[in-house]
């Protein structure tokens, strides 16, 4: 694995991650500090009178109640697919109160007003737990979810930090979709990582570069990692989390950006 940081640019961490190259510093696994799991389980979040079909999961309660960081995840285009629960599963073990949205539970392409008030009900429905501490919650999302993370940070004040895994930060204009994320750059505060590769069709990396140099203009915060030759939604293969490096390395890249940034 190649991971390449150019530190000219003072608020940019680009790494890039070639596939199929010898690595040249030792392989860890994904972050081996973990906590017991709570059995995950299918809940409804209700936001604009209507039920949204949800997973979350969480460390064990504890008496007294650890107040915990959280994460809400907003799943791709293709829907709340099981390797989405796995993941759920797989940050709660590592010490994340996590909900996973199902912002496609009623129609395939909501609104933008529709799904940023489900993300608004979703953060209420958190804060009502015991165990969440409501100043450490974090946003990630994958595809039209990566979209929705770049869009909603620099809305959604609550958030602390984010991570857009393959979005499109230039889709926008139309009714259901009134704003693109890049026109909001001047609102976000939080940090952001920005995970793509480099063979994504859909959203073709040049505009994410393009993005990322926005990014760096305004001086916002903000972290892009790179997979050489992965295609869009590589974090998944046939619905279920992939079991390559490249999967596992931008899961831990993850994991690890929300370690430091929700704190």
């Known amino acids: 694995m190649l991971k390449r940081t150019l530190p000219a640019l003072a608020l940019i961490s680009l790494t890039l991650i070639q596939s199929g190259v010898a690595q040249t510093t030792p392989s860890t696994a994904l972050p081996t500090t973990t906590v017991a799991v709570s059995e995950g389980q299918d809940l409804e979040i209700q936001s604009g009178g209507k039920a949204y079909k949800s997973y979350l999961a969480a460390p064990p309660m504890t008496t007294p109640a650890i107040r915990r960081p959280a994460i809400i995840l907003l799943h791709s285009f293709q829907g709340l697919e099981p390797g989405y ?3 759920v599963d797989e940050m709660a073990a590592a010490g994340y109160v996590t909900l996973a949205l199902g912002w ?5 392409e909501p609104s933008d007003a529709t799904v940023k008030a489900l993300v608004e009900d979703g953060l ?14 974090g946003l990630t999302g994958f595809c039209a979810g990566g979209r929705y993370t770049m869009l909603l940070l620099p809305q959604i004040k609550a958030f602390k930090s984010g991570v857009a895994w393959y979005g499109f930060p230039e889709q926008g204009g139309t009714a259901l979709k009134p704003q693109t994320p890049s026109a909001l750059i001047n609102d976000l505060t939080a940090p952001l990582l920005i995970i793509h590769g480099t063979k994504d069709q859909p ?8 993005y ?5 203009a305004a ?6 990692s790179v997979y050489q030759g992965e295609p869009h939604g590589f974090l998944l293969a046939a619905s279920k989390i992939a079991g390559t490096q490249a999967s596992r390395d931008a899961r831990r890249d993850m994991l690890n950006y929300f370690a430091e940034t929700l704190k």
């Open 212 to 216: 990322a140099q926005k990014l760096d």
């Open 219 to 224: 001086n916002k915060p903000f972290k892009l």
């Open 203 to 210: 959203s073709p990396v040049a505009t994410i570069y393009s």
């Open 104 to 108: 496609q539970t009623l129609e395939t």
């Open 85 to 87: 629960r796995d993941l």
């Open 124 to 137: 209420k429905a958190l804060a009502l737990r015991p165990d969440v501490n409501s100043n450490a919650v």
